[in-house]
């Protein structure tokens, strides 16, 4: 799709939009400042807690999430008018595409004409169903297309696509060459997306816990319930979809009707409108969020010192009033889950299992495949470049996207079940658990290649030969997979605890609204004596409800799993509230303070000392 040399914008109707950026940052800074000081009790409160031993045996990569760089030739169609242009394309690892004239100017390091962060993005491979979208987006009213110029997107078929498509950006036109060309970067492509829409989500610093804890507040006193993809990205972004979401309504009313063109073309110039709307509004909040950022910093580090030396009183007159409040909602609560939520409890959760289960069973597959791949290599008695190139390709398997794509697709395969399962509870957010289970694959991927290649390099000596060697791998082979096994199993419990609560949580604080929050400020004056923000009645009320709802899960997971082997598993992972007993573990697993040894991944390392010189040459 083209550009147009100017913002559709005036200055008038930019300024707006700052301050349509600027009431939002007012309204909910307040409420982040209040969750940072709630993020810090829960944190000190967990380090406090009893350490059991969480059941971590694969080593954690320090490997950062990356997408491999991706850069070759493509079509684009753009310009004034829009016409099909060759470009040079190149995907950053870091999650953002540019595109270059040609080749030359990105190997002389030129600027790019035009680059974008994949984040929303997604991606269609078949022109007539995105030429179905531009029609959907503004339908015209005549329904009569015969009087439309002729469009030169539909003049020249594209064999094989890639369009890019957002729901408050300028859509992306790209042609690959030929269908192998095109599937590596659709691969590539849907990599970038996922790495930059699970910024967030794979954080366990506070700030990013208290952010998503606001973003989810803040929605919630709008009256949106339901958990949906709107935290996916970055800050910044993430509060420039929840602006652009209270401003499309407006924006449709006011614009559309004025938009020169028909069809197609009027669906281009309202995407290059959003687009402009887009770009303001995330240079707002992005400098809205930069200019508290000194001001985090010092609040976080205050918050620490003052609350730390009176976490225990806080933490007693929290359990005394979650307790006279679980008395208060019990029969309420308890009514609203048995007829609302028991029913469709045991799908969800086998539902979310088969996801996570799939997932894994794939990449187990693939990492006993490419461990036996090097240990036929050390048979063979390779060169010692053949063997390094054979150990980096074995180091690199988690951020392959043709090998990861075989347990990607499997995170995907129950998408739509689930959507229908969970629709009847507002839960709108099915790509974000796709994504999540994507990102758990790879995660466990990167862990168990890490953990391999270390206990490889203790095993291996210069006093080896190939088959010695081989058979000292082989056993490491069987190390592996059995503390992979183990580590699934954990994650996949996690996994299934953090999406029930993201779908049924918000559903149950919606159907209580009406009467137990009424009952909330005879319980305030006990908490408002602390004079501390990280303690909240609204804060221990929602804890109350989460830790009943929890206890269903827990007995679903059994009933589900099976009672053997089962209990231990769930205290580990348990996402209970975070001052009762027994729920410290899954945050210590998280945080990476399980029992696990600092294992690299970030440069893969050789199988050391492999090859031992003078025994593996060839």
Known sequence: MGGRSSSPLDKRQQQHLRGQVDALLRN??????????????????????????AGCQLLHSKKLPRVREHRGPLTQFWGHPPQ???????????????????????????????????????ILTSQCEYLRLLDALCPDSSGDRTQEEPDPLLEMPVNFPLFLQHPFRRHLCFSAATGEA??????????GIRLRGTVLQRSQAPAALAFLDTIRLYRQHQGHFGHDDVTLGSDAEVLTTVLMRELLPALRAQTLPGLRGAGRARAWAWTELLDAVHAVVLAGASAGLRAFQPEKDE??????????????????????????????????????????VDAQLPRVTQTLLNTAEAALAAVQALLAQGMDRLSRHLRGKPSGVRLRKEVYSFGEMP???????????????NRG???????????????????????????????????????????????????????????????????????????QRRFIHKWQICIFLPFVLSQLEPSCKAELPEFEGDVLAVGSPALTIEGIYEDVIRGVLLQRIDRELKKTLGASNVSCA???????????????????TQRGTCSRQPGSCAEVQPLCPLPPPGTLQS
């Open 28 to 53: 909910f800074l307040p409420r982040y400042r209040r969750q940072l000081a709630a993020s810090i009790l829960q944190q000190i409160s967990r380090e406090l807690g009893p350490q059991e031993l």
């Open 84 to 122: 099909w242009q060759p470009i040079f394309c190149v995907l950053r690892g870091d999650g953002r595409l540019e595109w270059f004239s040609h080749r030359e100017e990105y190997e002389n390091g030129g600027r790019p004409l035009g680059s974008t962060a994949l984040t929303g993005y997604t």
């Open 182 to 191: 095109q599937r590596s970067w659709r691969l590539a492509l849907q990599g």
């Open 299 to 340: 609040l976080l580090a205050a918050l620490e010192r003052t609350i730390r030396p009176d976490v225990d009183q806080m933490l007693r007159l929290r359990a005394r009033v979650a307790g006279r409040l679980r008395a208060e909602v019990q029969g309420p609560l308890e009514s609203c889950l048995h007829r609302k």
């Open 399 to 413: 951020w392959d996207p043709e090998l990861m794509q075989t347990c990607y697709r499997e995170a995907e395969r």
């Open 417 to 491: 079940h689930l959507r229908q399962l969970v629709a009847p509870f507002g839960f709108l957010g099915t790509q974000s658990v796709v994504f999540g289970a994507q990102d758990l694959a790879q995660q466990l991927m990167a862990d168990a290649v890490a953990t391999f290649l270390q206990l490889a390099d203790q095993c291996l000596t210069t006093a080896l030969d190939c088959d010695q060697a081989a058979q000292q791998l082989e056993k490491v082979r069987g190390r592996v997979l059995k503390k992979f096994q183990s580590d699934s199993g954990s994650a």
């Open 570 to 588: 769930l205290d580990v992972c348990s996402e209970a509230p975070w001052d009762q007993e027994g729920a410290d573990e899954e945050t210590e």
